[in-house]
């Protein structure tokens, strides 16, 4: 949700012609960015923590359940959305206008699928170092955020991201004992203190310039990572908002890889009608507009999600596997597998380790 949201107000709502002279599509923007080193370090964490099992088969299991499969969705999404995104030239996301561009998407400088293509790369860093120390391996991977967050690094495209969070995935992989008790664990105050304790440390950030200082982007990120894991697990734990937020979790690969050809679409759409709304409509759009297209976005990607399935395309969430010798061509291995929550199963769209949880979170920034 955090991540369709970023998109709405940066690739949309910011685009639109405000003509309301009160600073409130400025404020969007501050909330997103100060959500910068929430979302995507947390999402990698969460990655990290469900990858462990994954990580202890064998090469040859991994190579398919998650590096190969991970590549492949990344390789399918990326050829939907350059195709699709031709189609709305105008909208501010990068797209490959030519074969030479595609080709440096696919290899070295990943597009805004990034997350999926950072998923299969860390699993083949944590799968090949496992013998390493942990420490070493760690240390080795802060140094190369803190380096990158610096500028000194070149980072086209969503290089940066890769570089910057795979200390995330791995900090997931290696203790993910401690993150589980800190969530079972977890309390009103300890989310208070967490939410203060990231606030500072932004506030303290902003007021010295410090976000390229070595070092601090990543010290951020932890924090928040801390208060991320302490606000989702205190919101599990209300059946009326847990439940919900759980379902739509077990959900996010669609999400990831439509919301950026819908949110493109609907931009075509609503750019110019929201450009001319009246004040008071401007004004009305400014204060929800992010809120509301976000919840539509979701909606139509799980809609979209629903009827490809329907049509039998699910090997559009899921690499497709080669039957036996008695069949013949690629026969998909279905995206919707159980996760038991109490008496019934609720459909997923998530791998699922042998405890029956989710083992990766799906998505990106």
């Known amino acids: 949700m955090l991540v369709v949201l970023w998109h709405v107000v940066m690739k949309d709502y910011l685009q639109v012609d405000w003509h309301i002279g009160i600073p409130l599509p400025g404020a969007w923007g501050t ?56 189609a709305v030239p105008d909208f501010t996301t990068a797209r490959a206008d030519s074969a030479l561009a595609l080709l440096e ?64 995935f791995l900090a997931g992989v290696y203790f993910r004992p401690v993150i589980e008790r800190w969530a079972e664990t977890v309390t009103n105050r300890r989310l208070v203190l967490s939410f203060l304790a990231y606030a500072t440390a932004l506030a303290a950030m902003a007021a010295a310039g410090a976000q390229k200082w070595p070092g601090v982007w990543l010290a951020v990120g932890l924090v928040a990572v801390a208060f991320g894991v302490t606000a989702a697990a205190r919101l599990s734990r209300s059946p009326a908002i847990g439940g919900p937020l759980a379902a739509l979790g077990r959900r996010t690969l669609p999400i990831y890889v439509i919301h950026m050809p819908v949110l493109a679409l609907l931009h075509l759409v609503l750019h110019d009608p929201i450009s001319n709304l009246g004040y ?64 019934a199963a609720v459909p997923s769209a998530s791998p699922v380790t042998d405890s029956g949880r989710p083992e990766t979170a799906e998505v990106r920034s």
């Open 280 to 343: 008071t409509g401007q004004i009305i759009a400014a204060l929800c507009y992010p809120a509301v297209l976000s919840a539509v976005v979701i909606a139509i990607c799980l809609l979209i999600h629903w009827v490809l399935l329907g049509l039998g395309a699910s090997w559009l969430f899921e690499l497709p596997r080669l039957r036996g010798r008695s069949g013949a061509g690629l026969a998909p291995t279905s995206p919707i597998e159980s996760v038991k929550t109490g008496p």
């Open 105 to 168: 998407q696919l290899t070295i400088t990943p597009s805004n699928l990034w997350y999926l293509y950072a998923l299969a790369a860390y699993f083949v860093i944590a799968k090949a170092l496992h013998r390493v120390p942990r420490a070493v391996v760690l240390t080795a991977a802060a140094a190369l955020s803190a380096i990158t967050a610096t500028g000194v690094l070149a980072t086209p495209g969503d290089r940066g991201g890769l570089y910057q969070n795979l200390v995330f």
């Open 31 to 86: 909330l997103g960015e100060q959500l910068l080193p929430l979302r995507m370090p947390l999402f990698f964490t969460i990655s990290g923590v469900f990858a462990t099992t994954a990580l202890a088969r064998t090469w040859r299991q991994t190579a398919r359940s998650r590096i190969a499969k991970f590549l492949y969705l990344y390789a399918a999404w990326l050829l939907i959305h350059t195709v699709l995104l031709s």
